[in-house]
T-cell receptor, first 113, second 114 residues
Framework: GQSLEQPSEVTAVEGAIVQINCTYQ??????LSWYQQHDGGAPTFLSY????GLEETGRFSSFLSRSDSYGYLLLQELQMKDSASYFC??????????????FGDGTTLTVKP | ETGVTQSPTHLIKTRGQQVTLRCSSQ?????VSWYQQALGQGPQFIFQYYREEENGRGNFPPRFSGLQFPNYSSELNVNALELDDSALYLC?????????????FGEGSRLTVL
């Protein structure tokens, strides 16, 4: 089976840094992705880690530790528009693309002025 | 925007009816996956289509079925609708063998079953 655990809610102020954690227990693991979803919108891809370590993309960074079955998304210089839900997702194996990913239930980030 | 389009955007059905949802994948993407997202939850994998054949299925009953056409567009069909089928249905496309975790999602079709 597959399960991913994320905090349900996180609140931070504009300009701050926030970390959203994700722990996973999956029968297969090839990589961890992060997606952002605004209310009523499509999930949009933010970052992907197949190897241990940090991946940086602008204000967003993602980290993976395969030995700990753990990853996180780091958002820096928070802006009001970052208020959204954030999902981690596991790509189960190498013999397929990400289309069979398992998603966590998401973390709702609220950014306050 | 990803270039993945879905229709209809919203629809209301009654229990026991059937529904067809449609998806046009992003140009060049030959693999389409369908997800169900209930309110307050993450997307759940329904099935994937590649070369017009089902290529993997999640934990959904057979009344959830699909098609993929030669132009890579796809349909999701749900028969004998139940109240719990009320959800946002998301289509996601990607190129086969695309070696990242990136999926390109459409805006979804929001289904309400009364």
């Amino acid at each position: 089976g597959q399960s991913l655990e994320q905090p349900s809610e996180v609140t931070a102020v504009e300009g701050a840094i926030v970390q959203i954690n994700c722990t996973y227990q999956t029968s297969g693991f090839y990589g961890l992705s992060w997606y952002q979803q605004h209310d009523g919108g499509a999930p949009t891809f933010l970052s992907y880690n197949a190897l241990d370590g940090l991946e940086e993309t602008g204000r967003f960074s993602s980290f993976l530790s395969r030995s700990d079955s753990y990853g996180y998304l780091l958002l820096q210089e928070l802006q009001m528009k970052d208020s959204a839900s954030y999902f981690c997702a596991v790509r189960p194996s190498n013999n397929t693309n990400a289309g069979k990913s398992t998603f966590g239930d998401g973390t709702t980030l609220t950014v306050k002025p | 925007e990803t270039g993945v389009t879905q229709s209809p955007t919203h629809l209301i059905k009654t229990r026991g009816q059937q529904v067809t949802l449609r998806c046009s994948s992003q140009s060049g993407h030959n693999t389409v996956s369908w997800y169900q997202q209930a309110l307050g939850q993450g997307p759940q994998f329904i099935f994937q289509y590649y070369r017009e054949e089902e290529n993997g299925r999640g934990n959904f009953p057979p009344r959830f079925s699909g098609l993929q056409f030669p132009n890579y567009s796809s349909e999701l069909n749900v028969n004998a609708l139940e109240l719990d089928d009320s959800a946002l249905y998301l289509c996601a496309s990607s190129p086969r063998g695309f070696n990242t975790g990136e999926l390109f999602f459409g805006e979804g079709s929001r289904l309400t079953v009364l």
